[in-house]
Nanobody, 128 residues
Framework: QVQLVDSGGGSVQAGGSLRLSCVVSGYSGSSYLMAWFRQAPGKEREGVASIDNDGRTNYADFVKGRFIISKDNAENTLYLQMYDLKPEDTAMYYC??????????????????????WGQGTQVTVSS
């Protein structure tokens, strides 16, 4: 069965960087839509970034210019490189996947889009 294992979170000071990883197992197809979401205590989950199998990417406004989503298809691993982290980026980060998928990266972060597969989450804490 499909499994997503995310990692790479940690504690950093404001202005620091982290790279999150999400290893996909149980699926080797070329069709996919993958994304990173985050949820801070007391807040709703929000989409951060997405990528589809055509290499198109999409970002939430609050991370544009600071975060980069990418996927290594050979390693079946999704990444989120985060630069210039801010205290408001503190949250649990989750990778999510729709495998196979007919959706695009632009559609992925819209409300109501269903991702059937999720990682267990990795905590990112940014101190001021």
């Amino acid at each position: 069965q499909v499994q997503l294992v995310d990692s790479g979170g940690g504690s950093v000071q404001a202005g620091g960087s982290l790279r999150l990883s999400c290893v996909v197992s149980g699926y080797s197809g070329s069709s996919y839509l993958m994304a990173w979401f985050r949820q801070a205590p007391g807040k709703e989950r929000e989409g951060v970034a997405s990528i589809d199998n055509d290499g198109r990417t999409n970002y939430a406004d609050f991370v544009k210019g600071r975060f980069i989503i990418s996927k290594d298809n050979a390693e079946n691993t999704l990444y989120l490189q985060m630069y210039d982290l801010k205290p408001e980026d503190t949250a649990m980060y989750y990778c999510a996947a729709d495998l196979p998928s007919w959706l695009t990266a632009m559609q992925a972060l819209r409300p109501g889009v269903h991702f059937p597969y999720w990682g267990q989450g990795t905590q990112v804490t940014v101190s001021s």
